[in-house]
């Protein structure tokens, strides 16, 4: 039967349509919407709906998806001004109208089904109303008091972000979505505009925290913040004024529930979750949620089940849009470091920002544009971003993708044997431009297992001098590069697949570390490195370059991430020394320091070095972003040619924000903040994404482990999926017949044209 007393907290455009669903999917429901403001308050102008939405809503109720229809305004372009120059892309579709309209449509369905709307009425708490409703359906936005009263069950983590914002309106219609920076003598502010009637648009003004008190408007009143806006953007509104509808400047802060029900009470909308509003997602999300809450207690035998289904169904959908809202929201707070982009490349990065559009996705949308922008980077005619070259030192690397270094633990005292053989040469003719090794480690002591791979004796020099030659002789343009590594308090442990980071159950050896700290309970205490040892380290990771120089090796990377001896010094966390080499972060960069200038030192000047690191711990008191901006700019004064940007690792309490190409962001920060070149990792797995990277200007190159375990042949590929042959890739001889997708089964039988009656 589902729950037939319902009572609605919040009038919002969720609430209302949850009302409206569930009252026509029951006409004997009894419901209640209580709103504590007046029928035409709202505080926003424009809502933006996508067609997909509109679906839903056209499936679930016909007559609200007529009535939206009937007011729409539709547009297919968006424009981006940068430093007076716009360029616009188009084929994008939106629909949008005014949130005014929107609500008294959802009112006069609400009236017309039998829904009692409570307007100027402050709702019961909502345990009062649990008691004597059968269902309570919380959607009293992102200041929601019933989500506070409960907070014990919902467990709620707001987040508040270092953007401020006002929602303001102008009396004329832009013609398309429209982007404006303004660089101003207290920093960059931006304008988002679009239309949602015929003469009538939104217009949110958004700046750091930092520029918005510089500028002055935390000491200006409404009406005066609302003119110095129009001034500042009075190019884009045509000399226009703009409007307010009790608007105040505020910041976004981003909601996170772990629990979206508590009893019979569940939340909707801003109260369970928050999108930035640069996606426009926030209404979207609010009408999806009531069609899926609906639809599950109409599916479902009991109201339990029934939230726990709507739960389970609108939960992975809201975190996937959360992640490209954040993606969204900390470009724009980040909108400084792309300043100096060129005009098209910077509107190509700002389209791809929640990275929900894509090169390829651009590429149907608007091929115009996407080929403007491709030559404007220097591809050449029908060649992908990801197949341009990369020059570093005198090494030009034929593509852009990376084979990332992945640990085998299928050595024998250090040597590399037939597997590693199979293992890098396939990767090697597959197509990536450079192919690493796992972590090679300078000393017997310095492993990390007792299967990792070293370069700390002739003969195992010779065994990695027989997979060079095969990777140069068979895959030639293929570049092949060493990572060297000491594991430092992370060794001595057993093989990934017994029991990773756990320790030997018999043979260890003893391990060594900036500071006497194991890594996790149970871990083996290192001894901390005196001087002398220090010096000892520094000389084993010259022996070892100078035995991958003899090994044959195009480039050199330095590891100093994810724990291991080097990153050890480099994280407060791990460091805690009182000498020279611990305090600040220049003292914790002494030691890393010097063993690449020992490195670099050794190693072929016309070979370029790379150094990998860890941008962030993922725990409070450790390495954050802004440390590893610092790190970078050190190494890279010191002879880096690119900063492989890895994260976290470091410390067993991590809590990292897992998802995809999660840690591109901080590669992207160091890239455009130093000029650094940087190869970014951490779950990119399709070749739009290396694209789309890659042509925003946001990486250099990009390393890719599970997709080369998946597929060894991951990039020849990409390349046949994209119709590309050019000099950026090349199929072996004997591969050359693969070179084209395998016919999959029949797919010219006829269709039924005739439907006949039994």
Not at 19 to 34: E, G, S
Not at 42 to 58: A, C, R
Not at 239 to 263: C, D, I, P, Q
Not at 555 to 573: I, K, R, V
Request: include cysteine; hydrophobic fraction near 40%; charged fraction near 25%.
């Amino acid at each position: 039967m589902g729950p037939l007393r319902v009572a609605v907290i919040g009038g919002g455009p969720g609430g209302l349509y949850a009302a409206a669903l569930l009252k026509r999917l029951d006409p004997r429901r009894d419901i209640t919407v209580w709103e504590r403001n007046a029928p035409d308050d709202t505080f926003g102008f424009g809502v933006v709906l996508s067609d997909e939405t509109l679906g839903g809503i056209e499936h679930a109720d016909p007559v609200v998806h007529a009535a939206l229809q009937a007011e729409f305004v539709r547009w297919d372009d968006i424009d981006v001004v940068h430093r007076g120059t716009r360029h616009t892309s188009g084929g994008h579709g939106f629909a949008a109208l005014g949130r005014r309209r929107l609500l008294e449509i959802l009112h006069e369905r609400c009236r017309h089904l039998g829904v009692n709307l409570r307007f100027r009425s402050q709702a019961p708490p909502a345990a009062d109303l649990a008691r004597d409703h059968d269902l309570v359906v919380a959607a009293d936005g992102v200041h929601s008091a019933t989500r506070e009263a409960h907070a014990d069950a919902f467990r709620p983590r707001v987040e508040e972000h270092r953007c401020r914002y006002i929602w303001l309106a102008a009396d004329f219609a832009f013609d398309a979505f429209r982007f404006e920076t303004a660089e101003t003598e207290h920093g960059v502010m931006q304008l988002h505009g679009y239309p949602y009637t015929g003469g009538d648009s939104t217009v949110i003004v958004e700046m750091r925290e930092e520029v918005w008190r510089a500028a002055g408007f935390d000491a200006l009143d409404a009406p005066e913040s609302v003119e110095r806006c129009a001034k500042i953007f009075t190019e884009a509104l045509g000399g226009r004024a703009l409007r307010s509808n009790n608007s105040a400047w505020t910041a976004f802060r981003t909601v996170v529930n772990e629990k979206w029900s508590h009893g019979n009470i569940v939340l909707v909308g801003d109260s369970a979750h928050t999108a930035h509003f640069s996606i426009g997602s926030g209404t979207k999300l609010a009408v999806e949620d009531a069609l899926a809450l609906a639809a599950c207690l109409q599916e479902q035998p009991t109201t339990a089940e029934a939230l726990a289904a709507y739960e389970a169904e609108r939960r992975p959908v809201v975190a996937s849009t959360q992640r490209a809202a954040r993606a969204s929201l900390e470009w724009f707070e980040n909108i400084g470091l792309y300043l100096d982009q060129p005009a098209r490349q910077f509107a190509f990065n700002l389209l791809t920002r929640s990275r929900r559009v894509t090169h390829d996705n651009l590429r149907l949308r608007d091929p115009r544009f996407t080929e403007a922008v491709e030559r404007d980077f220097g591809c050449p005619p029908g060649t992908p971003p990801m197949f341009t070259p990369l020059r570093l030192r005198d090494l030009t690397l034929r593509n852009r993708v990376v084979v990332s270094p992945m640990d085998m633990y299928s050595a024998r005292a250090g040597v590399p044997g037939d597997f590693h053989l199979v293992h890098l040469g396939a990767r090697a003719l597959g197509g990536a431009g450079l192919v690493m090794t796992e972590m090679v480690c300078v000393s017997p002591e310095g492993r990390i297992t007792p299967g990792c791979g070293g370069l700390y004796t002739p003969e195992q020099a010779a065994a990695w001098r027989r997979i060079t030659e095969f990777a140069h002789t068979q895959a030639p343009g293929t570049a092949v590069g060493v990572q060297l590594g000491h594991s430092g308090r992370k060794g001595s442990t057993k093989l990934m697949w017994e029991g990773i980071d756990e320790p030997l159950a018999e043979g260890n050896w003893p391990l060594v570390a900036a500071s006497p700290l194991p890594y996790k309970p149970g871990s083996q205490t290192p001894r901390e490195l005196t001087r002398d040892e220090l010096a000892d380290v520094r000389e084993q990771f010259t022996s070892a370059a100078l035995r991958a120089f003899d090994a044959g090796f195009d480039l050199l990377e330095l590891h100093c991430a994810h724990g291991y001896l080097l990153s050890g010094f480099l994280s407060p966390l791990s460091n805690q020394r009182t000498d020279a080499y611990g305090g600040s972060l220049v003292n914790r960069l002494r030691f890393p320091l010097e063993v690449f200038d020992a490195v670099r030192d050794v190693w072929p000047g016309d070979r370029p070095m790379t150094v990998r690191i860890s941008a962030t711990d993922w725990a409070d008191g450790g390495t954050d972003a802004n440390d590893a901006v610092e790190i970078a700019r050190a190494f890279a004064a010191h002879g880096a040619d690119a900063i492989d940007v890895s994260t976290g690792q470091v410390v067993a309490d991590e809590k990292p924000a897992y998802g995809r190409s999660y840690q591109v962001p901080f590669a992207d920060r160091i890239r455009n903040e130093t000029g650094i070149p940087v190869i970014s990792v951490g779950a990119i797995s399709s070749w739009d994404d290396v694209n789309s990277l890659i042509l925003a200007g946001r990486t250099d190159l990009c390393a890719l482990a599970r997709p080369h375990l998946y597929d060894p042949h991951w990039t020849l590929h990409a390349a046949a999926e994209q119709g590309y042959a050019g000099p950026g890739v090349a199929w072996p001889k004997p591969y050359e017949a693969g070179s084209r997708p395998p016919q999959t089964g029949r797919l010219d039988a006829p269709r039924p044209r005739l439907t006949l009656g039994g």
